[in-house]
Nanobody, 127 residues
Framework: EVQLVESGGGLVQAGGSLRLSCAASGFTFGDYTIAWFRQAPGKEREGVSC????????YYADSVKGRFTISSNRAKNTMFLQMNSLEPEDTAVYFC????????????????????WGQGTRVTVSS
């Protein structure tokens, strides 16, 4: 059974940093594209960043480029999102997701490309 468990969320002041973790089980990490999404109150879930399975390339939403960094420890089936220079607009529930689709059959930061989801971890950035 595929399981994704996020951790590391919390309350932080604007300009601060947080590091989110996603522990995965039930599948071989290297065979999946893994991603972070977020959903702010009253808004659609949006892609934040991902690492593709076939070449390890990273993608970022424009809103987080230069501030967030995605990484993974595939030996430990764990993914991370280092979030720096946080802004109140980053307040959301953050989800990790996984997809086994070939890169030609998916859009890296599109929600519909992903089949497995964690329960989310809440990040609140105060101004």
């Amino acid at each position: 059974e595929v399981q994704l468990v996020e951790s590391g969320g919390g309350l932080v002041q604007a300009g601060g940093s947080l590091r989110l973790s996603c522990a995965a089980s039930g599948f071989t990490f290297g065979d999946y594209t893994i991603a972070w999404f977020r959903q702010a109150p009253g808004k659609e879930r949006e892609g934040v960043s991902c690492i593709t399975s076939h070449d390890g390339r990273s993608y970022y939403a424009d809103s987080v480029k230069g501030r967030f960094t995605i990484s993974s420890n595939r030996a430990k089936n764990t993914m991370f999102l280092q979030m720096n220079s946080l802004e109140p607009e980053d307040t959301a529930v953050y989800f990790c997701a996984a997809s086994r689709r070939a890169i030609a059959n998916m859009v890296p930061l599109e929600r519909s490309s992903y089949d497995y989801w964690g329960q989310g971890t809440r990040v609140t950035v105060s101004s």
